[in-house]
């Protein structure tokens, strides 16, 4: 069974930085895609980030130009910089992950989440 570990949430004001890192770990295959999403209270579950084995990434158009991600490969380590953080960005962030390497598909994996807080 793949096992999510998500860290770095945290409470920050608006026009801050955090960096999310998610490690994968126990996986019987090749990790593919790995990636972000969000949930604020009252919403749905929303793409935030994902990156292929490759380097190919999908953002979400809220995020694009303040949010970039990365990935080791040797590691199996996501990462998402967030910059320019808005009070909109408050959320439960989640880590998905492969096996698929489609950046336009939802991994089968699921971190615990970690939370987001973005003071105005």
């Known amino acids: 069974q793949v096992q999510l570990v998500e860290s770095g949430g945290g409470l920050v004001r608006a026009g801050g930085s955090l960096r999310l890192s998610c490690a994968a770990s126990?996986?019987?295959?090749?990790?593919?895609?790995m990636g972000w999403y969000r949930q604020a209270p009252g919403k749905q579950r929303e793409l935030v980030a994902v990156?292929?084995?490759?380097?190919?990434?999908n953002y979400a158009d809220s995020v694009k130009g303040r949010f970039t991600i990365s990935r080791d490969n040797t590691k199996n380590i996501v990462y998402l910089q967030m910059n320019s953080l808005k009070p909109e960005d408050t959320a439960v962030y989640y880590c998905?992950?492969?096996?698929?390497?489609?950046?336009?598909?939802?991994?089968?994996?699921w971190g615990q989440g970690t939370q987001v807080t973005v003071s105005s």
């Open positions: 126990r996986s019987p295959f090749s990790i593919g895609n």
């Open positions: 998905n992950a492969g096996p698929t390497d489609r950046v336009t598909i939802k991994g089968d994996y």
């Open positions: 990156i292929s084995r490759g380097g190919t990434t």
